[in-house]
């Protein structure tokens, strides 16, 4: 194990003996052979989903299975199977359907939680499973109401149990960053000593700053004797800004695992970011001398399916993955970037996944041309939806001279997340609206063979009578909470994609609709969240409240 400090430390950072970007291309997408490689666990499908409006559906879920295998991570934390019965699905499937990253599943330190995830995981060739008992003063005083004893106790029971059914346990001991430090490594030392394979230190309320981090790491790595036996992780929220720095500088005192998601997506102000840890262990290798087995130039696309299914749009200057992160509009910078690039610019865009230019198709691109482009977009579509998204893909282009990404990503997602027949789906409405009259709306819904109408005038706008009349036509009485639409390509014939959040029993669901009619799109967003809300199967079977208070 190599850490970086020493000379290179004490240089000024313009002097640092970096490798020029452009001089490894050879080595983008995979990990430089001098670095120690640090692992990537993903918890985008646990704790990413479980922040409000980012819940996702069973085939969502697989979908971004399938992408974050694809980007390579080493672990996918696949949700908490025993918080729902929707959740125990999604794992399930997940675990059942997927193979070459380990899949976990989440567990309170109890015998029902433990068996619940396992029954999940039991058919996955490579399973984890994730316990985790809270450690510190505040949460054993007035949540567990147990004393430090009792907490070793049970978390030494906990990962028992998880071991009796797989070699591969994970513990976490929730709230470390405010645990003593005495008592945390009593705990990390008799959890390692029951079988825990990995340690993870869980900054739960995004408390922790860099150097409290890596000296909580330190700390472990030096006083624990049988650390040597475990990997430790690092879990960090985002509630001071500090989640990547935080990781980074445990992964500088030692840790090999970092707990991230995709977009920092999570409870919140969200979790560790996954596109920019990996990009700064990557870009200041000469630094940490770590790595990850990430292939970069999915990160793009990945982010923004993740994007696309929640409906949380990425920030234009999001470090890595935002659509400025690369752009370069000051004068005197596009002079030094033509000059030489390295000038200005520590990566280089196409290794996140941006394409120098946005390809365009038009009518004449044929079928191979299409699905080339889903892939790059970060679509994998299955065999028998191939035909029916290049009838719809035709009949853009012959109304739209240029199909740009956006369009092209439109044309997919309507497709696949098309409605069943459990679903309101839009039939046809009509729209009275001028600037000085009160708008009226007539519509037409439907749900299998079940159709319903409704109408409504206000003096608000459109949106709020289309709002009104949904309601009307399903007897549904939810709120809205919020509304964005945004065009996905360029010009003013582009596909508009509209986000519409809405809440209804306590609930947050988002929906998004996607159409060349910007309030189409609008009415379809707010059947997709109403869709959402009747179908919600995390209908809680076990502590409601404490199910879902988790790392
Ligand atoms: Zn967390």
Not at 33 to 54: A, H, M, N, W, Y
Not at 108 to 130: K, T, V
Not at 295 to 304: D, F, G, H
Not at 338 to 361: A, N, S
Request: hydrophobic share 40%.
């Amino acid at each position: 194990m190599e850490f970086p400090g020493g000379d290179d430390a004490a240089r000024p950072p313009g002097v640092r003996t970096r490798v020029a970007p452009g001089n490894r291309s050879d080595q983008v997408g995979n990990a430089m052979s001098d670095s120690r490689i640090v692992k990537i666990f993903d918890t985008t499908l646990r704790d990413g989903e479980q922040s409000p409006g980012c819940s996702m559906n069973l085939a969502e879920k697989l979908k971004v299975a399938q992408a974050l295998i694809d980007l390579g991570v080493d672990v996918i934390e696949a949700g908490f199977p025993i918080a729902s019965v929707g959740d125990f699905e999604a794992v399930r499937e997940i675990a059942n359907s997927f193979s070459g990253s380990t899949i976990c599943g989440l567990a309170r330190c109890s015998e029902a939680d433990i068996d619940r995830a396992w029954e999940a995981l039991q058919r996955n060739p490579d399973p984890r499973i994730h316990v985790f008992l809270a450690t510190s003063a505040i949460h054993r005083t007035f949540k567990l109401k147990m004393t430090p004893d009792e907490i070793v106790t049970r978390s030494i029971a906990g990962v028992r149990r998880a071991a009796s059914y797989t070699p591969n346990v994970e513990f976490s001991p929730e709230d470390a960053a405010r645990t003593e430090i005495d008592f945390l490594c009593r705990v990390v030392e008799a959890v390692i000593d029951a079988g825990a394979t990995t340690v993870n230190i869980p900054d739960t309320v995004g408390y922790a700053t860099p150097a409290h981090m890596g000296g909580v790491i330190s700390s472990l790595m030096n006083r624990v004797p049988n650390i040597d036996k475990a990997t430790i992780s690092i879990h960090c929220h985002n509630d001071l800004g500090l989640a990547v720095a935080n990781s980074l500088a445990a992964v500088e005192a030692g840790a090999g695992q970092i707990e991230c998601t995709i977009n920092g997506i999570g409870e919140r102000a969200g979790n560790c970011s996954l596109e920019e840890v990996v990009m700064a262990m990557r870009t200041r290798n000469d630094y940490y001398h770590c790595d990850s087995r990430i292939k970069s130039r999915r990160l793009v696309p990945t982010s923004q399916l993740v994007s696309s299914i929640t409906g949380m749009q990425v920030q234009r200057n999001k470090a890595i993955v935002g659509r400025n992160a690369f752009a370069h509009e000051a004068g005197i910078h596009q002079d030094g970037m033509l000059k030489e690039r390295t000038t200005y610019e520590i990566m280089r865009p196409e290794d996140v996944g941006f394409d120098k230019t946005d390809l365009v198709l038009g009518k004449h691109s044929g079928r191979a041309a299409l699905l080339d482009r889903a892939r790059q977009l970060g679509y994998n579509l299955e065999p028998d939806k191939v035909n029916s998204i290049f009838e719809r893909f035709k009949e853009l282009a012959d109304r739209k001279k240029e199909v740009f990404d956006g369009d092209i990503a439109a044309v997919i997602e309507n497709e696949l997340y098309g409605t069943t027949n459990d679903e309101w789906a839009l039939i046809d409405y009509t729209l009275t609206s001028d600037l000085r009259r009160t708008q009226a709306i007539q519509l037409e819904v439907r749900r299998g063979d079940q159709v319903a109408h409704g109408a409504a005038v206000s003096d608000a706008g459109p949106v709020e009578a289309g709002v009104q009349a949904i309601r009307n036509a399903i007897g549904l009485d939810f709120g809205c909470t919020s509304y964005t639409a945004q065009s996905l390509s360029m010009g003013e014939d582009a596909s508009v994609n509209a986000s519409f959040e809405i809440t209804y029993k306590g609930e947050v669901y988002r929906g998004r609709g996607v159409s060349r009619n910007i309030f189409e799109a609008t009415l379809i967003a707010v059947l997709n969240a109403v869709n959402r809300a009747i179908l919600d199967t995390r209908s809680v079977t076990n502590g409601a409240a404490e199910a879902r208070s988790t790392i």
